[in-house]
């Protein structure tokens, strides 16, 4: 599944086609894959973020069908990112919309977005609204945080960017251990079928990883490393061949970076084989708690003494797949990244030890 990097051209095409069709989808996964603007506002009677709210309700397969017999059934197009008047950089997509939103209205640090942090200190008399106050700069990563990044988007509820808290990976996790399921339980993307842990699955939370990463604090975009700057004739525009900067990295890189093509790869090959390395560590410890949890259950342990253990799952596997899923190896956010991992592994052997007590009780 996912076997080619085709690019944004063929997401709808692939999203069609994987593997994942041959169990039920919800018809909010179109949400990152179509542009479904007609659509939404179609089901909305011309309310797009009315039509968003529906989305849920409808299988993957009928919604798709529906987009497809409107006459809209293309990947992401130049109106997902682009006001078709002006050309200006907007974003359009309401999970993000609503994510961004509720992300203004916290508390926590945002030093890469400062067009926030201006609106939370005025009156905030209407919502933020990155179409009205976010900077150009802030733009050309927007439009990228639209779908790359962490979500939910099951048939229980709305789909949803879990960002009500701030960005940081804890902060997601502080919002899903609040979120409730339709029967009033802790929300969970599903339960571990050997151990029965209630585990939080990471989608690409590439986005909130570059946020707290220096590339972000020093102002660099999304669009500055994977759309650097080209000449067509005589104007200056992004390169809309979207791909890795490791590339191109003499117009991604080298415009700020002053080495050699060489040194510049290698760095980021370092950077990438550190965070791979903690990866595999983390890793193995989770493997090792499975054991523990599946040795003290065939000891007879209950699963109230193995709450804890469960519990240090459900922390070491978040954190592990947060990084897993994320699709820099790290190079986003390395300090970061290195934080997250050790806290997997540090969980996960926490998990184990708790499970190696609860088979002696």
Known sequence: DYRDRRGHAYMLEDQEQT??????????????????????????????????????????????????????GFAVSCVDCHDPQS?????????????????????????????MEQWREGPRTEPYDPNVHGTRNEMRSNVCAQCHVEYYCGSGFT????????????DQEAVWDATKNADGSRFYDYKHKETGAEILKAQHPEYELWSQ???????????????????????KISDHWVRSPL????????????????ELLARVDQIQSR?????????????????????????????????????????????????????????????????????AADYARQGQVAALEAAVK
């Open 213 to 235: 990463g220096i590339h972000a604090r020093s102002g660099v975009s999304c669009a500055d490393c994977h759309m650097p700057y080209m000449r067509e004739g005589a104007s």
């Open 159 to 170: 789909l949803t960017f879990p960002w009500a808290e701030g960005l940081k990976m804890e």
């Open 87 to 115: 050309m200006e950089i907007r974003v359009t997509r309401p999970g993000f919309l609503n994510g961004i939103a509720a992300l203004a209205e916290s508390d926590s640090p945002v030093p890469h977005l400062p067009s």
């Open 19 to 72: 593997a994942r069709q041959t169990k039920p989808q919800s018809g909010s996964c179109l949400h990152c894959h179509g542009s479904v603007m007609p659509l939404y506002r179609e089901l909305g009677d011309g309310d797009a973020m009315v039509g968003f709210a529906k989305t849920n309700e409808w299988s993957y397969k009928d919604l798709n069908a529906k987009l497809h017999d409107m006459g809209h």
């Open 275 to 343: 965070n791979y390395d903690l990866l595999q560590r983390g890793g193995a410890a989770l493997m090792d708690l499975l054991d523990a949890i599946q040795a003290a259950k065939d000891a007879g342990a209950t699963d109230a003494e193995l709450k804890p253990a469960l519990e240090m799952q459900r922390k070491a596997q978040w954190r592990l797949d947060f990084i897993a899923a994320e699709n820099s190896m790290g190079f986003h956010a390395p300090q970061e990244a290195a934080r997250i991992l050790g806290e």
């Open 247 to 262: 590339l191109n990295v003499n117009r991604a890189c080298q415009t700020c970076h002053h080495f050699s093509e060489d």
